[in-house]
């Protein structure tokens, strides 16, 4: 099985934006509500930040849930890492998910600002420049013959889509107009050039499903 | 995590119907074209039985896909192991999957008349009697930990759904008529009684899914 490239679970406003602008630590999102964007996720099963059990198990949990299938390593451009831009400063910022971070993989920060690895639980991040194709190859050689997950933000699932690197994306719209921020598409139809695509109204979420392979 | 009770890719026709009538060695689904149900899913990315690569990786390939993650058990009807009946007067008979079968887990197969154990790869079979409640005893402890697959056919996922031992199934429903053979309900809408229950047309495979969860 050759290894892939996956996009999962990516929230974008119905103009395609997956951020707002003004993005701070305080407004990781910026002008955004990420509420709006990812609530269909939240109200899963298998959503990982549940306070309580329960949640539904519909067509949303499958989507959910998929984001651990087969992975390996995780790449991540450094908007997503933090809301710190340039040099860094201050070593002690170690990203947004605290002691147990969700990946449980190595992941690979992209930025052109080096910094040394570290690791929190299973999770290490390292921290790496060159093109995308550069960390990609790093990122297939730690994950070991898995699949690595491409997280995002917008500007990274650009830069990967550009160099023809993805092989499938799943991006659940929301019914939200946000008119700027981070933007990964005009339109969903750009990308039927190179991709099929299943596009699948939730049933529970509020969102539409766009899934997209590599035709 | 508690260990579920899942029925997956679990193929019925509009009227019910998991399979027809007569069923036998050379028609294993009796009057019914098994290509018919399970067109949706041998047309994916994940199917096990493709003879060559590729394959659609929309909607339909994250529910096929499901059928292996996080499961450590299955377990089947006789009439899903094999066409016999009554006591086994054949031992050589194990089961329509070949030398591989694409289980990869120990599987009970519920039946009435005693059988020693055998295992084909990584697969092992065994022949239980007793009530449902008993066999789901023995397959959640062989299952150490994960979840239980119940595989069909028809009449045993009945048994288990009347036992109310099922958590989540996942049935496609295709626009063919059968009119007779192996039922399992005269309507979806018998289950919403005590299940949730989501509705996704297939926008690739002519199916309809109904993912249902327990409320």
Not at 38 to 56: E, I, K, L, Q
Request: include cysteine; charge should be negative; glycine fraction near 12%.
């Amino acid at each position: 099985m050759t290894q892939q490239v996956r996009v999962h679970n990516f929230c974008v406003s119905s103009d395609g934006y997956a951020a707002g602008e003004g993005q701070s630590l305080e407004r990781p999102f910026g002008h955004a509500d990420p509420a709006q964007l990812v609530a269909w996720a939240g109200a899963t099963a298998s959503w990982p930040n549940r306070a309580d059990p329960g949640g539904s198990r519909g067509l949303d949990d499958y989507l959910v849930r998929d984001f651990h299938r087969n992975i390996g390593a995780e790449i991540m451009g450094r908007n997503k890492f933090g809301p710190q831009r340039g040099p860094w400063t201050d070593l002690s910022w170690q990203g947004w998910w605290g002691e147990e971070p969700p990946f449980h993989t190595p992941v690979f920060v992209m930025t052109h600002h080096e910094r040394p690895s570290f690791s929190l639980s299973d999770t290490t991040f390292h921290f790496v420049g060159g093109t995308p194709a550069d960390v990609l190859d790093q990122a297939f050689a730690a994950a070991d013959g898995k699949d690595v997950r491409l997280g995002g933000g917008a500007d990274t699932v650009r830069q990967f889509l550009d160099a023809d690197l993805v092989d499938t994306l799943h991006v659940a719209v929301s019914p939200v107009e946000l008119g700027g921020g981070s933007r990964l598409w005009e339109t969903p139809e750009e990308l039927l050039d190179r991709f099929h695509r299943d596009v699948v109204p939730s049933p529970d979420g509020g969102v539409v499903h766009h899934l997209f392979w590599r035709g």
